[in-house]
């Protein structure tokens, strides 16, 4: 499944994706030609004033390579402003401090990132004094009754990780107007290539860029995509004042390097998960397969609609024990074992083995399988990746 929309925009997603994003504020030539968006490592720039005057004094505030990168993100998610930021993390952590102020309220989806919910019950809840109160959005009447006058803010994670959940964005959005709160949707499973959230009615988009849009497992950061100019400029504010929680310049062109290949990577991903997924529901060892793109996923109609294909990222549930999960885990060589996602090599998660701490921990979100594998299907050959699964499922 291809692309195709525009946005509205004068280029088409993989046109912008491959660097059409020179404008008069922040030419990234600079004079010189590059084809290349140049690296600026100062931190600071000479001061002048007049018709002399710089768009950026000092790297903290303001530095040309990650304005470039910013406004590129910004392009390909359809919004008019885009910010970078040193983690997926400090992207989401920058959206509950500069949204919703101490003694507020949010409202999230029961399925979130292990490190969101950390967020939200030990920093936001227990330090903030935010109430924050999880609901399963895969019913937005659930969304509908939890809101109420006094929250600031809803949020999901669609798809979610590492049950690939998916909630309706639009029908979440409309729940937010009717209350007046803030939406926020954490898109990184889907990336920009896939799901526009923006355009089905969100305030805020925030993509680990760590992920699939850097997508070569060597660059940390996050990016927070917004419409409206009065949040922007909280964020702003947050990112460059109150938190510091900017992008390094060298990462930032490495994000923008990863960009230039999401579209055709994106198709990759999803074709070889299709694969993988296809495999492991015929396989009578595995109990269920959760994939969008597969039409045994509950919500397969919901994401045909939202979303412009499936994306690389599955999980299933393995039939048996986790000792006998642990012996299938070691017996793969072409996945990974490992943390993290979306870059071309294939990873695979256990989070019972993998992360026991957080995964024993009293949780105030839905609950996970002790024998869940989360899988992040890279670009390698898709035979190879079913005969690993193949010889390593007994």
């Not at 660097?19 to 590059?34: L, S, V």
């Not at 400090?90 to 409202?107: D, K, Y």
């Not at 256990?350 to 992040?376: H, N, Y």
Request: proline share 5%.
């Amino acid at each position: 499944m291809t692309r195709h929309d525009d946005h509205s925009n004068e280029n088409r997603f993989a046109t912008i994706a491959v660097g059409a994003t020179e404008t008069e504020t922040h030419p990234h030539r600079g004079g010189t030609n590059d084809v290349v968006p140049p690296i600026h490592l100062s931190t600071t720039f000479e001061w002048a004033s007049g018709a002399n005057a710089n768009d950026h004094d000092y790297s903290r505030e303001s530095n040309p390579t990650r304005a470039v990168l910013e406004e590129q993100l910004a392009r390909l998610e359809g919004g008019e402003h885009g910010l970078a930021f040193a983690s997926g993390m400090a992207a989401i952590s920058t959206t509950m401090l500069a949204l919703v102020p101490p003694g507020g309220r949010i409202v999230s989806s029961d399925s979130v990132y292990s490190g969101t919910e950390k967020l939200l019950t030990e920093l936001a809840a227990g330090h903030f004094d935010i109430d924050v109160d999880f609901v399963d959005a895969r019913d937005p009447e659930n969304v509908a009754a939890a809101v109420d006058s006094d929250t600031d803010l809803i949020w999901v994670e669609t798809p979610s990780n590492p049950l690939i959940r998916l909630y309706d964005v639009r029908a979440i959005a409309d729940v937010a107007d009717d209350h007046d709160a803030l939406f926020g949707v954490d898109s990184t499973f889907a990336s920009p290539y896939f799901q526009a959230p923006l355009d089905l009615g969100a305030d805020v988009v925030v993509h680990s860029t760590t992920k699939y849009l850097n997508g070569h497992s060597d660059s940390i950061g996050g990016t927070v995509i917004v419409d409206d100019e009065e949040v922007f400029e909280r964020f702003a504010f947050a990112q460059r004042v109150g938190l510091g929680n900017m992008l390094s310049p060298f990462d930032c062109y490495l994000v923008a390097r990863g960009v230039k290949t999401l579209p055709a990577r994106m198709e990759h991903h999803e074709e070889n998960a299709m694969a993988v997924a296809r495999f492991l529901e015929s396989h009578e060892r595995v109990d269920r397969v959760y994939y969008p793109g597969l039409e045994s996923h509950p919500q397969h109609d919901l994401a045909s609609e939202q979303m412009f294909g499936y994306s690389g990222m599955l999980s299933f549930e393995f039939d048996g024990t986790p000792t006998e999960l642990e012996a299938v885990i070691e017996g793969l060589e072409v996945f990974t074992p490992g943390a993290s996602l979306g870059g071309v090599e294939s990873l695979v998660e256990v989070p019972s083995l993998m992360i026991p701490d957080e995964f024993s921990r009293g949780k105030a979100t839905a609950e996970i399988p002790e024998t869940l594998v989360r899988v992040s299907v890279g670009l390698e050959d898709a035979e190879d990746l079913r005969d690993d699964f193949r010889t390593a499922l007994p």
